[in-house]
């Protein structure tokens, strides 16, 4: 099982330090790499006002850097480099938003589809961090997609793909030789912290923790969409926090 195997084990039999000051709850993360904290363009922040608060609350929680990835998926979401971009300048040029110690970075979430695989085609995905690039797929339709096929589109081209959420994805929740092929393909696996909270539901919050006590996620993220969430995050068992604060890789990977 390895490292974390070890971690979650020790973290049931760990006793509680009483006393210490705490640190604050994902100073570990240092980065959010998954979040609609971009005002107005998707169905994360509505505002820049909540978008501010977004980023108080960050700067509470401890996290450094934001990566905003709002949502494209067309029709439904039909953003792009501009629209991202012009929400991006909005909120950063917001009064108040100087006081606030949090950098803000901007990319997106991909709906894996054929106007994303046109985008990649085309050179015109915005990759993050030195070539991520975050990517989902249809929470309630199985995908039959050839991830392996799109993984070395992408890698071609010098990306490196994240597969958002893999914890939500229920047609592959007993399948989990699915996510060992994925990494095999070359995509990394990026875990909603709110699953390990159980806010999506049992299953999810079931795979997410085996996802993490077999190794498979190189990334956590938030997803947050509405303030309300941050009070999730905050709900997560704190020692399981501390066993994701003690791995070695999550996050790490991340040149930022
Ligand atoms: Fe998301």
Not at 125 to 139: I, K, N, Q, R, W
Not at 230 to 236: E, H, P, W
Request: hydrophobic content about 40%; proline content about 5%.
């Amino acid at each position: 099982m390895g490292l974390l195997g070890d971690l979650f084990r020790r973290s049931k039999t760990s006793e509680t330090s009483g006393g210490a000051p705490s640190s604050p709850l994902l100073d570990w993360m240092k980065v959010d790499i998954h979040n609609h904290i971009l005002p107005g363009i998707d169905d994360g922040s509505p505002d820049v006002e909540t978008s501010l608060q977004f980023l108080r609350k960050y700067h509470e929680l401890g996290i450094s850097t934001v990566v905003a990835t709002s949502h494209i998926r067309h029709p439904l979401f039909p953003n792009d480099k501009g629209t991202i971009r012009e929400a991006y300048e909005r909120l950063e040029s917001a009064p108040g938003r100087n006081e606030i110690p949090v950098r803000l970075l901007h990319s997106a979430e991909y709906f894996i589809d054929d106007h994303f695989l046109d985008l990649v085609m085309r050179d015109e995905v915005m990759p993050f961090g030195g070539g991520y690039v975050l990517a989902e797929l249809s929470l309630s339709n199985r995908s039959y997609l050839d991830m392996e096929q799109i993984a070395g589109q992408l890698i071609d081209r010098e990306f490196r793909p994240i597969l958002a959420h893999p914890e939500r994805y229920l047609y592959w929740s007993k399948s989990p030789e699915m996510f060992h092929r994925l990494k095999s393909y070359g995509w990394s696996l990026q875990l909603n912290l709110m699953s390990l909270a159980g806010y999506y539901g049992k299953i999810e919050q079931k795979v997410a923790t085996t996802l993490l006590q077999e190794g498979l996620i190189d990334f956590v993220g938030t997803d947050i969409h509405r303030l309300s969430h941050f009070d999730v995050v905050r709900s997560i068992d704190k020692e399981l926090l501390e066993t994701l604060k003690q791995t070695y890789l999550i996050n790490k990977l991340l040149t930022i």
